[in-house]
């Protein structure tokens, strides 16, 4: 069973940096996709960032393009988000989600993929 456990939120002052982790657990990962997206209050989940566990380019969303960098940590199991130069519209709860990609490289649409597993998130506010 596929688990996924977020951590390393809290409260920082805009322009400042914090570092997520997402421990992932229950299979090998090797092709699978591994992705952030947040939720603020009264809007909808979006996109952030998106990796393939084997390798290759990373996924962005525009909003956090140069800011944010998603990376693996093998020996550990997790991914983490590095996020700096942070926002109070960075202010968020934000979720861990892997899915089932194939061993190929070919598109698998990161921000709109329907990902299969998801963790309880963790919440980031920046404050002004």
């Known amino acids: 069973q596929v688990q996924l456990v977020e951590s390393g939120g809290g409260l920082v002052q805009a322009g400042g940096s914090l570092s997520l982790s997402c421990a992932a657990s229950?299979?090998?990962?090797?092709?699978?996709?591994m992705a952030w997206f947040r939720q603020a209050p009264g809007k909808e989940r979006e996109f952030v960032a998106a990796?393939?566990?084997?390798?290759?380019?990373?996924y962005y969303a525009d909003s956090v393009k140069g800011r944010f960098t998603i990376s693996r940590v093998y020996a550990q199991n997790t991914v983490s988000l590095q996020m700096n130069s942070l926002k109070p519209e960075d202010t968020a709860v934000y979720y861990c989600?892997?899915?089932?990609?194939?061993?190929?490289?070919?598109?698998?649409?990161?921000?709109?993929?329907?990902?299969?597993?998801w963790g309880q998130g963790t919440q980031v506010t920046v404050s002004s």
């Open positions: 989600a892997v899915d089932w990609v194939g061993i190929g490289g070919t598109w698998f649409d990161p921000p709109k993929r329907k990902y299969e597993y």
């Open positions: 229950g299979r090998d990962f090797i092709g699978y996709a």
């Open positions: 990796i393939r566990w084997s390798g290759g380019d990373a």
